[in-house]
């Protein structure tokens, strides 16, 4: 094309060299490198907390692709506008990174929330109410109840799920009796010969459960981890000495293949109600441990386009399996981050250490009584202390201590703990004392990124040591909600000291994350990160109250390290991920009070608007295909009657 326009105007350079400078001039404007750099859409006039290292405020962000382009003024970011650009005018509202929430139980949550709108049969759970309850007869004839509507195949297994809490102080003394001591695997074989039955203990799945001869045999014998329950427990045991039918972990983490079988056409359409109102929170990346039948059901969500928020996965099902952690554990190194940027391995750990709320392992002295099964657990369920055994006067001795093992064994082998579970002191003291001496036989390396969830009890005592070997925390609010209840039990230094000290660690130079750890609004337990005031507005621990920026680097660019993502998420850099959200009040200015009024108006994920709120999207005009139009607040209406969250 230059060749021929040359030839035929070789008589006149000079129009020559215009028409030349002219067409490489076209040529530039149309490159690939320079539409590269036109943004496919800017958010400007408004109040970037972009999260970067030095907490820089900006004017507007431009994104392209599925990444951050620009960062900076307006007139900087504008430069980058296209002729197809959209431009999202935010009138002087924060925008802020994508939120990261490193603790959330999203399956659970959602079943919980929507699992009622589920049959049995699809959720695979027959519930078993306690309403009524008076004697263990009544258990056994509701359960015979259902084994006769439902006729089940000889053989199936059948999970029956109490309607009944014993954490957080609930239940009571006469249901734990029934439940504990009354009920045993011969009083289930009489109503159910031919199935092996798993029933729930009111306290979180796989912290216990009753079974039935059969279900116990096939758990002993056919599977063959007779002499790793032997060893390892916990199993209680009869005025003879025999295997009563109750279980903890590890032999309760067995029945895994058995309780988690649901299919993921069944869940993910609950699944997606509750993603809807975690994007309406402006929650774009969620960690937490996740059985398998879970992991399924959110890759078929992404598979139609319907995932709203990256998953960092704990593997759950793996511990409790292994029956030699040294030699097994082996086959999983490497795995921890293997993944892409919405589905990847941050964990291979023992999900829970102990048990939650009264069950937390402590070395704090009751003085009062925290709940109805305090007899059961008096220290709490301290699975890594080689003296615990199970249950007060009910448990089998065992010989050897599978978390120990674990935990040693994944250390040696460089496999990162996380996404579980440290309720108590107790727990924290005897892991920090492992970690110590991990990194002496193999170095700090080995426990590169170890952190424990949840801050329930932590002694600040033990905060330089955590420091020194690197090890961080992941913290919910929620316990602060709790310090009532603690200071019944333990006292009122205990629940003003020990409860969630997240500013304790930011002075002592740990890392520390938000994690929600319940059903809740996002913006609510931010609220408490500031004020540290239970429902009845008494504060607890106000030496612990955070300022907003650390409260924001939480739940972002600190989140983003703890999920293994710090390089691609958790502030708003040029280059790094689209994630972003705008919100409807100035986070920074507003009393610490109103935090919890904050609506989101805009959810980003990946460089895509997922959520919009109603009133923003006819102000903008913006109707993106395949966005959530909606309310945060209009969403918890299609929530089954008394499943909304109270805030």
Known sequence: MFGGIVMMLRSNSLRVSAIIAALVGMTFLSSPTLRAQQADTILHNGKVLTV?????????????????????????????????????????????????????????????????????????????????????????????????????????????ENQLSFTGGGGNAAQAKILYDDMNRYDLDKISPDNPIVLSMGIPDFNGFLLNSMAIDIIWNKRGYSD?????????????GRPDGHLEPPASRLLGDYVLDREPAVLAPYFKLYNDELAASGLTTISTRVPQETLKA????????????RLGYGREEVFGTLKNPAQDLKQYVGLVGSGDDMFWVTSVAPTAVDGASTRAC???????????????????????????????????KITGNYFQEWTMAQGMLGIRFANTHVAGDRSVASLLNMVEEIQKQKGAAATKGWAFDHCFLVN?????????????????????????????????????????????????GVHVTYESDRDMYTWFEMEILLTRKDRKGKVWGAQEKLNKTEALHTITRWAAEYVLKGDKVGSLEKGKLADLVVLDKDYMTIPDEQVSDIRPQLTMLDGKIIFLATGFSQETNLKPAGALISTYDELLKRRPEGARPDF
Not at 228 to 240: L, M, Q, S, V
Not at 371 to 388: R, V
Not at 466 to 495: D, H, I, M, N, Q
């Open 362 to 396: 402590t070395n704090q002295k009751r003085i009062s009584s925290y709940g109805a099964i305090d007899g059961w657990w008096p220290l709490g369920q301290c699975h890594t202390d080689s003296e615990f055994s199970g249950a007060a006067k009910r448990s089998a």
């Open 460 to 508: 600040v005592k033990d905060l330089p040591k955590a420091k020194r070997l690197g090890v961080g925390f992941s913290c919910a609010p929620k316990y602060v909600e709790s310090a009532g209840s603690v200071a019944t039990a333990y006292g009122e230094e205990v629940a003003n000291n020990f409860m969630v000290p997240m500013k304790s660690m930011i002075n002592a």
């Open 298 to 309: 959110y890759q078929l969500l992404h598979s139609k386009g319907q995932m709203t928020f």
């Open 52 to 160: 970067d290292a030095n907490f820089s405020i900006a004017q507007a962000v431009a994104v392209q692709g599925n990444k951050i382009a620009a960062v900076g003024t307006n007139a900087q970011v504008m430069a980058l506008r296209g002729p197809n650009t959209r431009v999202i005018d935010l009138k002087g509202r924060t925008l802020i990174p994508g939120l990261i929430d490193t603790h959330n139980h999203i399956h659970s949550y959602a079943e919980d929330t929507y699992g009622s709108v589920m049959t049995p049969q699809e959720n695979h759970r027959y519930p078993v109410d306690w309403k009524g309850v008076k004697t263990e007869q009544d258990v056994l004839n509701q359960i015979k109840g259902l084994m006769d509507k439902n006729k089940f195949p000889k053989g199936k297994w059948v999970y029956f």
């Open 228 to 240: 790793f329950i032997t060893k390892y427990g916990r199993f209680w045991i009869d005025n003879a």
